[in-house]
């Protein structure tokens, strides 16, 4: 089973693809879409997204996608920007008939480090350690991806 | 020219179509874009008004939109749900390549009455009169898509 984890964001969309198979766990791939800001009216970086994302679930046929579910806590203009992001992704994943399911930060640390305290360091060691990676993904976005993908499998392997 | 003007949300998505042609400016559609919560979940409702949009801009060429620019103080949770439905209207908008403004409240309650402190039945009644309706239209959705619209073409006859 492939899973699509997605880190939203307006300038850096961070994803990672995972498979499960039997009882192994790969990263299939992760990285990253980046959209410039840079004489780019929001419209044509958010249609760069959904065609980025639209394109991986062509590609990888994932059986899921798990999305991060936004903090109420967190700035509300930055928040209502990643929103616009959710928006478009949600609808890419429609369009393919892929479901998708979300996550909180807490249950994403849960899910990778067994503590809902984890700081973005440990985080990372985890999923370098777990996915056996030759090093932690850069930039952060991308090692969020696979931890949103990864909470996902966990959830789906809990009784 | 024509102006689609869009007031978006999750439920109801309302919209007005204005043409202004020489001096004269008509009101060519208004109705909205209303979606369930039954049993759906929120891409598949994104979906619906990704789809009417893009009905839309087909069916009339607008050459701009207008959407209303959403408030900070407002519901943040409320505010992310229609950001969602935001983004997915400007990714239509962008495949078409119909260009976007964003006004607030405030700028529209101006371009309509005149002052920033009209209450909404003020505004309904200005909208009935200035388009020359035969009633005000419903829901409130409907009526605040084509108070965007005149807000948009009031910008643009500005000096």
């Known amino acids: 089973m492939i899973v699509l984890g997605i880190d939203p964001g307006l300038a850096t969309v961070g994803y990672g693809i995972l498979e499960q198979s ?9 990285d990253c879409i980046r959209t410039s800001g840079k004489g780019k009216e ?42 616009e992001v959710r928006g478009v992704i ?3 994943a429609q369009r393919h008939h892929v479901p998708v399911r979300e996550y909180t930060p807490n249950q994403i640390k849960m899910a990778v480090t067994g503590s809902g305290k984890a700081d973005k360091r440990q985080m990372q060691e985890m999923i370098r350690r777990l996915l056996k990676l030759p ?21 789906l392997r809990e009784p």
């Open 42 to 83: 929001t419209g044509e970086r958010l249609e760069e997204i959904f065609c980025g994302i639209d394109a991986l679930i062509s590609t990888y046929h994932p059986s899921w996608i798990a999305v991060e579910k936004l903090f109420f806590s967190r700035n509300v203009t930055s928040a209502m920007a990643v929103s």
């Open 22 to 30: 039997g009882g192994t766990m790969r990263a299939v791939a992760y």
């Open 90 to 92: 949600l609808l890419a």
């Open 135 to 155: 090093a932690i993904p850069k930039p952060d976005d991308v090692a969020d991806g696979l931890s949103i993908a990864l909470c996902h499998l966990h959830v």
